[in-house]
């Protein structure tokens, strides 16, 4: 089957009359891109890691409110004498969970790698002492 080919100045009398305007939507579903945990570990700066504050770059306010409340969940759900790797998985999702629930813009941190170092400090050095 062949098309025919008109010329531009050629009209082929069909008239198209819209009552209402005609919108097209199309269902876009963006994947947020997730901040992801920078290279290093966490407080071991002469070693190629990083310092998490400065990393984050968030209001002194805002970052110590936040971390008052991971440690708060430490206490609650978590053996502060024991170090991170000894933790209970569950324990630590439960923090993860509630952490985001109370402050949602830590949502936007891939694999709570933001609650998971403010744990790593604190565990590290509550681990230590015998709290």
């Known amino acids: ?10 009209t082929l009398g069909v008239e198209v009359q819209i ?22 570990e966490v407080s071991r700066i002469n070693r190629g ?8 770059g968030w209001p ?11 440690i708060h969940l430490a206490r609650e759900y ?5 170090p991170w790797g000894k933790q209970s998985k569950e324990q630590l999702q439960i923090i993860f ?8 813009s830590l949502q936007e941190y891939e694999g709570d790698w933001v609650v998971s170092d403010f744990l790593r400090v604190y ?8 709290n």
């Not at 890691?49 to 984050?56: A, E, F, H, S």
């Not at 978590?78 to 024991?82: D, F, H, I």
């Open 60 to 70: 002194a306010v805002e970052y110590d409110e936040i971390r008052a409340f991971v």
């Open 97 to 104: 969970e509630k952490s985001k629930a109370r402050y949602p």
């Open 49 to 56: 890691g990083y310092n998490l504050q400065d990393k984050l």
């Open 78 to 82: 978590l053996n502060v004498r024991k």
């Open 19 to 40: 009552s209402q305007p005609v919108t097209f939507t199309a269902a876009v579903t963006q994947r947020k891109v997730l901040i992801r945990k920078p290279r290093g």
């Open 1 to 10: 089957m062949q098309h025919k080919v008109f010329p531009r100045d050629v």
């Open 123 to 130: 565990l590290k050095n509550s681990s230590g002492r015998g």
